[in-house]
């Protein structure tokens, strides 16, 4: 496991560590928060220590234990052939 991941893993989302995890993935802030449904401005707040609304906290969870992955959260771009809106989380029946 990494570094970075541990760190949140251990001390919970803390701006550092969602920085931190971000740049080890090579990520820019657009396309990290976007698959979380956030825009590039607020994850900067995010990553600057503002509060992490519930709904984000979960998916970050979620997403950082490998229980859902890019291809769940239908990231932009991913999502090509699909009637899916990107972004969006579907109902699987």
Same mark, same amino acid.
């Given at each position: 496991?990494?570094?970075?991941?541990?760190?949140?893993?251990?001390?919970?989302?803390?701006?550092?560590?969602? *920085? +931190?995890?971000?740049?080890?993935?090579?990520?820019?802030?657009?396309?990290?928060? =976007?698959?979380?449904?956030?825009?590039? =401005?607020? %994850? =900067?707040?995010?990553?600057?220590?503002?509060?992490?609304?519930?709904?984000?906290? $979960?998916?970050?969870?979620?997403?950082? +234990?490998?229980? $859902?992955?890019?291809?769940?959260?239908? $990231?932009? %771009? =991913?999502?090509?052939?699909?009637? +899916?809106?990107? %972004? *969006?989380?579907? *109902?699987?029946?």
């Amino acid at each position: 496991m990494e570094q970075a991941q541990q760190a949140i893993q251990k001390e919970g989302f803390t701006p550092d560590a969602l *920085r +931190e995890y971000r740049k080890t993935q090579r990520e820019n802030q657009s396309r990290f928060w =976007s698959r979380f449904g956030v825009t590039q =401005s607020r %994850g =900067s707040r995010f990553e600057m220590g503002t509060e992490i609304p519930p709904s984000v906290a $979960i998916l970050l969870k979620l997403y950082l +234990e490998g229980v $859902i992955t890019d291809s769940d959260l239908c $990231i932009p %771009g =991913s999502c090509q052939g699909s009637e +899916e809106k990107p %972004g *969006r989380l579907t *109902r699987m029946d």
